[in-house]
């Protein structure tokens, strides 16, 4: 179908809600680069490796009820619960939500109020991040979406606000837009978890203000038939920090795609990512990290294990523009074939205009290191329990990239706990 | 305890014969040494006695506690109470030295039918046996092998030997690579597991080893088989005279 037929097909099946004129506004021009741009295809430079069909499609994905109200791998640790069942917020199954240092609204009711905070910032750096590269599934979240947080930190928050999306009916083409913003000084967590729908397109606006910190940590929902994209814009002023972990674990396509800008001194950004999947698995992390500022710091971390035919892609970008001097940019991925029919498909890229910077990529893909099977086979461990073994030991690098000790150990076991079951079943 | 007939073993990828028919047997509680020059064949005979892959054994048996072993895999081998200390330790990156040992020592009481031991009595014993090795907390703690200086990594194999409590132990050129302080601790080690039930088969290029961990028995092995065995007094000669003459004797 050609490009503009099938992007006006898709729009004719929403509509636009009636808000206050600023969120109009915001969603009008969102929808208007989205008829302009229309819906990526496989002739985009980003999308070669990943087929954009499986979000673009009118078509509602076949349900799968592998995920129904999983509950979320963070209920053990002191958080404010927030749920979403089948895309929408519920009230009943979320904490309070007045606390001190913390102002959170949804959408569906901060947009309809004329001077939200929120006014400001909705869909701005969905906006900023369409170019050099379209992002044009973002826009049709911020056109679109009728659900998903406000939320304002001004305070530094101890307990992390966890997020949980229950799946409990046959729901598809759920779209969420959260919209965060972290005052100077203040820091939070932000935990989500669970399995969205049985199609999804969450967005997630991050602005990080002076020496504020922002800790990300996600675990998509592990249905097999799951099809996903998600959108992380961040936009970080000094002496600030983000940290963003994901842990994805199958699916049939899963895209998650990072912008992030660096606009102050002395900020840091940190990227991570781990995957596991197999069969029809397709996952995917494009990123973009934009140094605009000296003294800045940026990492990429992802590792993927793939097997039984599954596909690893990485597309990470670093862009340290003139007068970004003194920036340290990383940048690995790396994949782990367990069999010979996976792939991994890589496209590290940097794109450096300051002279005195130290930026590095490396990208790796492999099979398990058999020296290191047959020692640890050699003092008694079994053969099924090594493999797990190496394979945990390879995603910890990106596992590591956590901030918080509790959270990681609890990523790692349930890893680990996945990995068991799978040699039962 | 260990006992080796005729055992031929070539590469799998290549039909290039390594070992000619070696004939071994070591009795419980019998320390034996073997020695040869370089390509000979005795880190082979360890590995396929150890059971990894990328050779193919043509003729031959080893038995091992009354079981022919050359058709188990390595774990089942380990859990038979068989242990090789590695030439060259392999460093696992992002494997915790301690996890590791835990959970091999558990998987083989687990396969033993023995009750695994909890994190607290596995890290009491632990902590006593890296003491007598000079095995920090901090090196406990660390990844397997990563970042350890060559006399670390060989304390480490004899920690996790001392761990394992095997019957039968195989040291592959344990002395490669140390220095005579780390080689004098690596063999106090060994002799402070030696006992009437376990017994030892030292590969070595050199004697030094063998004046620290007197052998009963000396093997010479050269293109693949055993070509003479001896007393201690036999390494001793090696020393001296070097390999040439007991290979022209074989020739």
């Known amino acids: ?425 | 305890m260990l006992y080796i007939n005729n055992l031929n073993v070539e590469l799998e990828n290549e039909k290039k014969k390594i070992l000619n028919g070696v004939n071994l047997d070591i009795n419980a509680g019998e320390v034996h040494a073997i020695m040869g020059p370089n390509g000979s064949g005795k880190s082979t005979l360890s590995y396929v006695l150890s059971g990894k892959d990328g050779y193919r054994v043509t003729e031959g048996s080893a038995t091992f506690e009354g079981r022919e072993i050359l058709e188990l895999s390595p774990d089942e081998r380990a859990s038979l109470g068989l242990f090789l200390a590695f030439q060259y330790p392999v460093e696992i990156p992002g494997v915790g030295n301690m996890t590791f040992l835990r959970t091999a020592l558990n998987s083989q009481r687990k396969s033993r039918g023995v009750e695994e031991l909890s994190a607290a009595e596995f890290l009491k014993i632990v902590r006593e046996k890296a003491k007598n090795l000079k095995i920090d907390a901090e090196m406990l703690k660390r990844p397997v092998n990563v970042g350890f200086s060559g006399g670390e990594k060989k304390r480490n194999e004899i920690l996790q030997m001392a761990m394992l409590e095997p019957k039968m132990c195989i040291l592959d050129e344990t002395d490669s690579g140390l220095d005579v302080d780390a080689m004098k601790l690596v063999a106090e080690g060994v002799n402070a597991l030696r006992s009437k039930d376990r017994s030892f088969l030292v590969i070595t290029h050199y004697q030094r080893l063998l004046d620290h961990i007197v052998p009963d028995v000396v093997h010479i092995m050269a293109d693949g088989k055993i070509i003479k065995s001896g007393g201690a007094d036999l390494a001793l000669e090696v020393e001296n005279n070097g390999y040439s003459d007991l290979l022209a004797e074989y020739n």
Request: charged fraction near 25%; charge should be negative.
């Open chain 1, 1 to 425: 179908m050609p490009k503009t037929n099938l992007t006006e097909q898709k729009i004719s099946s929403y509509s636009l809600p009636t808000e206050a004129s600023w969120a109009i506004k915001s969603r009008k021009s969102a929808l208007n680069w989205l008829e302009t741009t229309g819906l990526p295809n496989r002739r985009d430079e980003y999308w070669k490796n990943t087929d954009p069909s499986y979000f673009n499609t009118i078509k509602k994905p076949e349900r799968n009820k592998i995920d129904y109200v999983e509950n979320s791998i963070f209920e053990n640790i002191d958080r404010i619960n927030i749920v979403f069942e089948d895309g929408y917020f519920n009230a009943s199954k979320s904490d309070e939500l007045l606390l001190k240092g913390i102002e959170i609204d949804t959408i569906s009711v901060a947009n309809q109020k004329d001077n939200h905070w929120s006014a400001n910032y909705f869909g701005v750096l969905e906006k900023s991040s369409q170019v050099p590269v379209e992002r044009t599934l973002a826009s049709l979240n911020t056109a679109f979406a009728v659900e998903g947080l406000a939320i304002r930190i001004t305070d530094k928050i101890d307990k992390p606000i966890s997020i949980t999306y229950l799946h409990t009916n046959d729901t598809s083409d759920v779209l969420i837009h959260h919209v965060i913003k972290i005052e100077k000084n203040a820091s939070v967590t932000i935990l989500e978890s669970g399995g969205v729908a049985s199609r999804s397109n969450c967005l997630m606006e991050v602005f990080v203000c002076e020496n504020a910190e922002f800790d990300h940590v996600r675990v998509q929902g592990r249905s097999h038939e799951k099809i996903a994209v998600t959108h992380l814009f961040a936009n970080l002023l000094k002496d600030s920090s983000m940290k963003s972990f994901t842990l994805t674990v199958n699916g049939k396509s899963i895209r998650n795609e990072y912008v992030v800008d660096i606009n102050g001194e002395n900020s840091k950004a940190h990227l991570g990512g781990a995957a596991v999947g197999d069969r029809g698995f397709s996952q995917d992390d494009t990123i973009f990290v934009s140094h605009n500022n000296p003294n800045c710091e940026s990492r990429q971390v992802f590792k993927k294990v793939l097997r039984n035919g599954a596909k690893g892609v990485f597309q990470g970008k670093i862009l340290v523009k003139d007068g970004a001097q003194k920036t340290d940019g990383y940048q690995i991925s790396q994949g782990l074939m367990l069999d010979d029919d996976s792939s991994f498909l890589a496209k590290p890229e940097l794109e450096i205009y300051a002279d005195d910077v130290i930026c590095s990529h490396g990208s790796t893909c492999g099979e398990i290191d058999n020296a290191a099977l047959f020692y640890l086979t050699s003092r008694g461990i079994p053969m099924a329990e090594a493999q797990d073994m190496l394979v945990l030991a390879f995603l910890n690098d990106a596992i590591e990239e956590i901030s918080d000790e509790s959270i990681r150990t609890i990523i790692g076991s349930r890893l680990k706990d996945w990995m068991v079951k799978r040699h039962k079943s």
